[in-house]
């Protein structure tokens, strides 16, 4: 018979990372979910989870928590690192603590985490990293500045994790979802406070549109869920893994773009060596 697995879920208090948790209980694996508020995770309780306090940025809670969890259930399987928010703002209406604070929990949670979970990973010889990065990690917009640079810096982050870890029998799988209906553009966004009316026609826009569309949008959280479920149980997993419509043709247009700057540009680029 296999054994189940244990999924580590950050950010369980609502959004993809509770419909997750929702989801991998119905597979009948394992689920140690967490958040700031512990509360707000009575229903997973009810449905079979381990429920933990947790806030991402403070790094001994952190390792606390890892070793509770390693305690409880013997083991990390799947580490999900979903606590993160969108911040919207031109770059220059944002504050220096708006953009820490994005960067902070979206950039330096995750490290708090992985750092965290590496160490049981390689004891086990096994362990898998979802790491919930968005397509504003590949391809930016305006009014998304910093949003973009932490999702970006995380995809980075995670390229290079999945080359150190990957002969020791970690994987890591980034999620590049698009619109989702979730709160990410509702109650958990944050506007940049300062508005300045040269960028009515650019960022605001961004904002306005994506305030307009939450709760609306196509993806459907489940299936994300489901997708990304399928994904862990992969023998050859992907590194990048968008999703819904919008990610996959944003992503090919970004692309395609690049290719067309480099074959244009390709004399200039390559005319620099000594």
Known sequence: MTQSKVWFITGCSKGLGRVLAE??????????????????????????AKAYTLDVNDEAGVKSVTAKIVSDF??????????????????????????????????????NCCRAV??????QKSGHFLQIASVAGWSAAPGLGI??????????????LSLEVGALGIKVTIIEP?????????????????KIADYAATAHQTA???????????????KAAKAMITAVEAPKPPLHLPLGAFAVERIRAKMARAEKDIAAWEKVALDTAF
Not at 35 to 43: E, F, G, I
Not at 208 to 222: A, I, N
């Open 178 to 194: 698009g619109p989702f209906r979730t709160e990410w553009a509702g109650s958990s966004m944050v506007d940049a406070k300062l």
């Open 23 to 48: 989801e991998v209980l119905k597979k009948g694996d394992q689920v140690a979910a967490t958040a700031r508020d512990v509360k707000t995770l009575a229903d997973l309780v009810s449905k079979g």
């Open 118 to 123: 590496l160490p049981v990973m390689r004891k």
């Open 147 to 160: 949003y973009n640079a932490s999702k970006f810096a995380l995809v980075g982050l995670s390229e290079a």
């Open 208 to 222: 306005k549109h994506l305030h307009g569309v939450s709760g609306k949008q196509e993806g459907d959280p489940v």
């Open 74 to 111: 013997g083991r990390i399987c799947v580490l999900v690192n979903n606590a993160g928010y969108g911040l919207t703002g031109a770059i220059e209406e944002t504050s220096d603590a708006e953009a820490r604070a994005q960067m902070d929990t979206n950039v330096f949670g995750v490290l």
